[in-house]
């Protein structure tokens, strides 16, 4: 829509593609029609031009329909204010009228006096000087004038405002996305810091111990050295992740979430409270025989489950909720539930997916996993897939 570009004095006067030609394509419509009936209107008095003279004003009026539609394409796209203003000496044939409005009331939008007192001389001094050369109702006509320029006025103004509020609320919400981004990167750091604990007080304990024994058998001693190396490595690879995320300033949570094996009790709790939840999850994921979820793709699996759930009786009470739990290659996680009708308008808008939702997000691209959420054939569907 027009003055709800997506922020910043670069962006386009009308951001969508398909806007902006149905808006070009209707002032050309419009100014070809004002032409027609401005020269069908000439012609029709008792003394009406010669022939050669209506030529020339017809070839004129084509001209600069051309040349209007070419300026206004380029104008809302980049804001040129060189555009803007020849569209708007371009005012006086009726062909360029439309896209003349159009460039004065988005340059008087961008609420800078000069820029739009700019915009306004550049009409209304061609303007009026046709009026006054070629019009016989000179007064009426003066007025008329009159009255459009008040008009492009209050419309500016308007659409000056509509954009400086839809840009204030992007950056807004740009700001909250930020913080929640933080806040996850620092309760991952918490989470993990506490697994990393475990591990090298682990490889501690077995460190000390093969220090301090000289009668363990050989098998043991291999079988703990080994054991310390793999810890080491883990652990090694738990520290990277949490210099890859912001460090809380509190002390992290002593209690680990939950993790991928307490699925079906999760699944129970919201079967518990009314919610229709229909779950498949894979014993491979959830009972991990084969020992390859690691413990922080575990917590991770877990608190995607729990926030797509809440979020599904967040923004869909009473709707059913088909949730999928796989492992293949990597483990796959889709939740798909019928979007409430209440709810349809703020599915579709943007960042409509929640707060809870982009925090995941930042949990599942940290991780190295991928997230889609949006709206498939009326049901909102969020797919995640993790690394083992």
Not at 173 to 182: A, C, F, G, K, P
Request: hydrophobic share 50%; net charge positive; glycine share 10%.
């Amino acid at each position: 829509m027009i003055g709800q570009a997506r922020g910043g004095y670069d962006a386009p006067f009308v951001a969508r593609r398909r806007s902006r030609v149905l808006l070009v394509a209707a002032c050309s419509v419009l100014g070809l029609l004002g032409a027609a009936i401005t020269i069908g209107g000439v012609l029709e008095r008792p003394d009406p031009p010669s022939d050669d003279l209506v030529a020339l004003w017809l070839l004129a009026e084509l001209a600069a329909g051309f040349a209007a539609t070419c300026l206004l394409a380029g104008f809302l796209a980049d804001r040129s204010l060189a555009k803007g203003t020849v569209l708007a000496l371009l005012a006086p044939l009726s062909a360029a009228m439309p896209a003349a409005f159009v460039a004065v009331v988005l340059l008087v939008s961008l609420r800078s006096w000069r820029v739009g007192a700019a915009a306004v001389t550049a009409f209304v001094v061609p303007s009026a000087a046709a009026i006054v050369v070629l019009s016989r109702d000179r007064a009426e006509m003066l007025g008329v004038l009159a009255g459009a320029v008040v008009v492009m006025i209050l419309v500016g103004l308007v659409v000056g405002a509509r954009r400086t509020l839809a840009e204030q609320a992007h950056r807004e919400r740009e700001l909250v996305v930020e913080q929640v981004r933080s806040q996850e990167r620092a309760r991952i750091a918490g989470e993990m810091h506490d697994t990393l604990s475990h591990h090298l007080s682990l490889i501690a304990l077995h460190a000390g111990a093969l220090g301090r024994r000289d009668d363990l058998p050989a098998d043991t001693v291999r079988s703990s050295s080994r054991l310390v190396a793999d810890l080491s490595r883990t652990a090694h690879a738990e520290l990277r992740e949490v210099l890859g995320v912001l460090h809380r300033d509190g002390p992290p949570s002593a209690v680990p979430p939950a993790g991928a094996a307490l699925l079906p009790q999760l699944v129970e709790q919201h079967l518990a409270a009314g919610a229709q939840v229909r779950a498949e999850l894979d014993p491979a994921v959830v009972a991990d025989p084969g020992g390859r979820l690691s413990e922080a793709t575990s917590r991770l699996v877990h608190r995607v489950v729990r926030e797509l759930l809440a979020n599904a009786a967040r923004h869909a009470p009473g709707m059913p909720v088909d949730l999928t739990v796989a492992g293949g290659e990597r483990v796959a996680i889709r939740c798909r539930n019928r979007v409430a009708a209440r709810a349809e308008r703020t599915v579709a808008g943007p960042g409509a997916a929640g707060l809870g939702l982009e925090g995941i997000a930042e949990r599942v691209r940290l991780a190295g996993g991928q997230q889609r959420a949006g709206v498939v054939d009326g049901e909102f569907v969020v797919e995640v897939s993790v690394p083992w």
